[in-house]
C-alpha cells in the first residue's frame, strides 16, 4: 500500500513537472520574452492562443500568397520590394523600426540602426548564426562552414579563405569566359535563325546553367557539361524547400512521414554516396600523385578537415547552395534591369566597348570598369538576394540602449535598411546608380547600411567570386547582345530563400555587328 502511495506520488510529481515545462516551454516563456520587450518600446503581434507553436507563420503564408498573387508595374520601385518581402514590410508599417515577429516561440527582434549593425557583424561570437532552423529540408542545405561558430568557424574560414581570394579567382576568369561563351553562341543561333533578327529567351534557365558550369569546376574539378548529377541533386533540394508547409517548421518534424521528407531523405542520401564516391577517388589520386587541379574540393581534401567525411559533404553541399542561386539570380536581375532602364544598358555597353575594344573582357580591363559597378550595386541594393540576415542569442546581453533576453532572434532586414530614406535620402526607392559613383564607402557614408553580402568577419566568404562572375558575363553578353524586356514580362519580384522573378525573365535578345 505504501509502495503504491509513493509511486502515486512520484507519478503526480513526474505529471507536474512535464507538464509546468511544457506550459513554460509553449506559453510562459514566450509571452515573458515579449513583456521583457514591450517594456523596451519593441513592438508587434501579441503571443496568443493563435500564435501557439507557429508563432506569426500562418499570417506569413497568407500576406505572401496575396502579395505574391498579381505583379507589380516596372519601375515602381516602392512596390517591388513590399512585393517581394511583403511580410517584412507590412511589420515595419505597423510596428515602425522597433518591432518584432514570431518565428515560431522565440521573437524575433528588428535591428536596424547602424551601430548596433556593425556591433552585431563584428561580434559574432555573442550573435551567432547558429542557425535554430527547424525545417528538416533546409536543415540539409544550410550545412558547412555557416553552421560553426567560434573558433571552430575560425579555423575553418582560415583554411577556406585563401582560396576566395581575388589573385587566386583571377584564375578562373577563362573559365568563366568558356561557360559564358556557350551560351553566346546558343543565343546567337536562335537569333540568327529568327525571321526578324531577335528573338524571346527566358533567360533564367540558361544563366543558371552558366553559373553551374562555373561553379561545378571551380568546386569540384568537375565539368559541368558531362557531369551534373551532383548538381542536380543539390538543385532538386533546394526545389523541396518551396515545397514546405508550416509543418516542416515544427521541432522534430525531420521525423514525419511526409512526403517533401521522404524525397528529401532520398536526395540526401543518393548526393551523400555521390560526393563520397568523389572523395575516394580523388583521395586515391592524390596519394598517387596525379591531381593537380586546384579546386575547392581538392584544397579541402589536402587539409584536416578531409579526416572528418561527413563534415566534407557539408561544406561542399552548403557551398553549392550558398553560392549558385545567389549568383545566377543576381545576374538574371541584372538583365532585367538592364532591360528597363534601358539607359544605363547604353552607357554600360559603351563603356565596355571603349574598354575593351574587339577583345574579350579581361581582368586588368573589368578593374577600369565604372558604370557596371554602380549598376550592380544599385541592383544589390534593391534587389538583395537574402532580404534578412539572423543572428541568435543564448544570453542576454546588452547592445547599446536595449537589453535583449536570451533564445531570441535578431535580424538585420536587408531589404528595409538598403530602403530606408534616413540612410539613402529621399530618392531610397527610385533606382539610381550614379548614388555608387564613388563606391560604396561614400554612397553609405561607411554605415553598415549597405550589406548584400553581410558584414565584418562572417561576410559571404564567395563575394568576390559571385561579383567578379557577374561583372565579366554582363561584359561579354553586353559586347554581343542588346536586350529588350518582352511584353510577357511581369514583374514579380519574391523570396524563395532567395529573390527571384516568380515568372521568370524573357528578354528580346538581339545581336550586335
Ligand atoms: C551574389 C551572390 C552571393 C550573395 C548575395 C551571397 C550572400 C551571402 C550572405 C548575405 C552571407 C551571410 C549570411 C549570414 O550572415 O547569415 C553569405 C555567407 C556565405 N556565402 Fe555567400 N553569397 C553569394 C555568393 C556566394 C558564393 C559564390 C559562394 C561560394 C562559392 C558563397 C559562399 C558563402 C559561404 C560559405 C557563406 C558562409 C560564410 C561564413 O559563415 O563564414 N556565397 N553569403
Not at 517548421?249 to 543518393?270: A, D, I, Q, V
Not at 564516391?277 to 574540393?297: P, Q, Y
Not at 557539408?314 to 550558398?322: C, E, L, P, S, T
Not at 543572428?391 to 537589453?403: A, D, M, P, V
Request: proline share 5%; net charge positive; glycine share 4%.
Amino acid at each position: 500500500m505504501e509502495t503504491l502511495k509513493i509511486a502515486i506520488s512520484l507519478l503526480t510529481i513526474t505529471i507536474f513537472t512535464v507538464a509546468w515545462k511544457i506550459l513554460n516551454w509553449l506559453w510562459l516563456n514566450p509571452r515573458k520574452k515579449e513583456r521583457f520587450l514591450r517594456k523596451q518600446g519593441f513592438k508587434g503581434n501579441p503571443y496568443t492562443f493563435r500564435r501557439l507553436l507557429f508563432g506569426d507563420e500562418k499570417e506569413i503564408q497568407k500576406i505572401h500568397a496575396e502579395a505574391w498573387s498579381k505583379p507589380v508595374n516596372i519601375r515602381d520601385e516602392v512596390q517591388t520590394g513590399k512585393r517581394a518581402a511583403p511580410f517584412i514590410f507590412r511589420t515595419y508599417e505597423k510596428y515602425g523600426k522597433k518591432a518584432f515577429v514570431w518565428a515560431g516561440l522565440r521573437p524575433k527582434v528588428f535591428i536596424m540602426e547602424p551601430d548596433h549593425m556593425k556591433t552585431i557583424f563584428f561580434n559574432h561570437s555573442t550573435f551567432q548564426k547558429n542557425f535554430k532552423v527547424t525545417n528538416s529540408v533546409v536543415q540539409e542545405l544550410i550545412t558547412g562552414i555557416i553552421r560553426f561558430e567560434g573558433e571552430e568557424w575560425s579555423k575553418r574560414r582560415t583554411i577556406m579563405s585563401p582560396k576566395f581570394q581575388l589573385e587566386k579567382l583571377k584564375q578562373m576568369i577563362p573559365l568563366v569566359l568558356k561557360c559564358s561563351d556557350q551560351v553566346i553562341i546558343e543565343w546567337k543561333k536562335l537569333v540568327s535563325n529568327s525571321k526578324d533578327g531577335s528573338y524571346t529567351l527566358d533567360v533564367c534557365h540558361d544563366i543558371e546553367e552558366l553559373i553551374s558550369g562555373v561553379t561545378s569546376q571551380f568546386l569540384f574539378g568537375i565539368d559541368y557539361a558531362k557531369d551534373k548529377e551532383i548538381f542536380h541533386l543539390i538543385t532538386q533540394l533546394s526545389e523541396l524547400t518551396k515545397q514546405a508547409t508550416k509543418v516542416s517548421n515544427l521541432p522534430g518534424s525531420k521525423f514525419l512521414p511526409t512526403e517533401t521528407n521522404r524525397k528529401s531523405k532520398r536526395l540526401t542520401k543518393e548526393l551523400h554516396q555521390r560526393l563520397y564516391k568523389l572523395m575516394c577517388e580523388r583521395k586515391k589520386a592524390i596519394k598517387e600523385g596525379k591531381v593537380v587541379e586546384d579546386n575547392v574540393f581538392n584544397m579541402l581534401l589536402e587539409s584536416e578537415i578531409a579526416n572528418n567525411q561527413d563534415e566534407m559533404i557539408g561544406h561542399m553541399k552548403g557551398f553549392v547552395f550558398n553560392s549558385h542561386d545567389t549568383t545566377a539570380f543576381v545576374l538574371v536581375w541584372n538583365l532585367i534591369l538592364l532591360c528597363i532602364y534601358s539607359e544605363w544598358q547604353d552607357r554600360a555597353r559603351e563603356e565596355v566597348f571603349r574598354v575593351f575594344g574587339n577583345r574579350r573582357p579581361d581582368y586588368e580591363g573589368l578593374s577600369q570598369l565604372k558604370v557596371l559597378p554602380m549598376f550592380m550595386n544599385e541592383v544589390l541594393r534593391l534587389y538583395p538576394p537574402l532580404v534578412e540576415l539572423s543572428r541568435f542569442l543564448e544570453e542576454e546581453i546588452k547592445l547599446g540602449e536595449y537589453t535583449l533576453p536570451a533564445d531570441i532572434q535578431v535580424i538585420m532586414p536587408t531589404i528595409l535598411v538598403h530602403r530606408d530614406p534616413e540612410f539613402w535620402g529621399e530618392d531610397a526607392n527610385e533606382f539610381k546608380p550614379e548614388r555608387f559613383a564613388e563606391g560604396v564607402l561614400k554612397a553609405t557614408n561607411g554605415q553598415a547600411v549597405f550589406f548584400p553580402f553581410a558584414w565584418g568577419p562572417r561576410i559571404c566568404i564567395g563575394y568576390n567570386m559571385a561579383l567578379l562572375q557577374v561583372k565579366l558575363v554582363l561584359a561579354d553578353l553586353l559586347r554581343n547582345f542588346s536586350f529588350e524586356i518582352s511584353p510577357t514580362y511581369e514583374h514579380a519580384p519574391r523570396v524563395v530563400f532567395t529573390q527571384q522573378p516568380q515568372y521568370g525573365a524573357p528578354i528580346i535578345l538581339r545581336n550586335l555587328n
